[in-house]
């Protein structure tokens, strides 16, 4: 943890991050650091799920003085159990956060285990969701707030509901992050030979069912090569073969490249050297959104993102009935690649 003024006696803070995903840390982003703001030393200590890649994503980040992962039930896709799965894991955790002695608690979740796992550790102020009467048990500090009823994802709803209800924003905050100007320069570097404008497709995806699938992602990088775009094909370490499969299948061209195998900050500065990112409901593309770049998001089975203007949606009834000529006709409505506004929608 960071030195800490003797002169500053703003309260010690823990912020649990319930949510599993690298966008949803995303999305709470503005708040931590609103919280942080009134807290020792200008920072927070966050709790978060192992899948939200947090230590990488917040290298950096002012508002954060240590991330606590909190490795409980990990992602089906993992194939795991977690290390702090089972009464012994919730325990240690337990103990791990009395340890440092916190004065107050934000829990961005109506689960109960964090209002429990925060009594136990002896926090005095116990904050958190609590829809129901049931789900306040072991906090001790409102105001509560109301579950999301509106369109659209309701994470960043509720996030945003809870930080308003506690006096930490008076409006929505856009989730925004800011790049190292090192990675900047060298993504720069690495994509000089490829010509602008560059175009990011996101392959990946934390579940099958959002994915948009390699043939449709291959028609539609075929028909922005076509068009002299450059084409960024980027995922996660768990996307690079089929990344390298996708380009094989193009024949490698000279304006195509993947990008799977760097941090979390690492793909950001490769998606601030682009003018557009298309691609499945995933951490990149939200990613991609904070880092000022506009989006095209594919929602055939989950709720469109509709928080954040850099994000348009192309919502369907399924992911495979999103055509890529319809991807192509939305991108030339979206005026962001001059080449495109009047090209074709065939792919």
Known sequence: MGAESPADDRPRTLVVHHRSGIGDLIWHLPYLRAIAATSRGGRVTLMARPSCRAPDLLAGEAAIDEVLEYDYRPRRSESRRGRDDGLRGFLRMAALVRSRRFDRVYVFSSRIRYGVLAWLAGIPRRSGFGFSRLQRFGLNAGPYIRRHRGEGNWVYPEAT??????GFADRPLLPRVEIPRALLEEAADRLATFPEPRVALVIGTSEPRKDWGAANFMRLARALLDRDCSVLVLGGPAEANAADRLL????????????????????GAALRCCALCIGNDTGALNLAAAVGVPCLGLFGTTRALRHDPQIEAIEATSMQAIEPGEVLRRVGAMRVLANMEQGSTSA
């Open 161 to 166: 509901a809870f930080a308003r209800a506690h």
């Open 248 to 267: 094989a299948d193009l024949g490698h061209p000279p304006r195509a490249i993947a990008i799977c195998r760097g941090s979390v900050l690492q793909s």
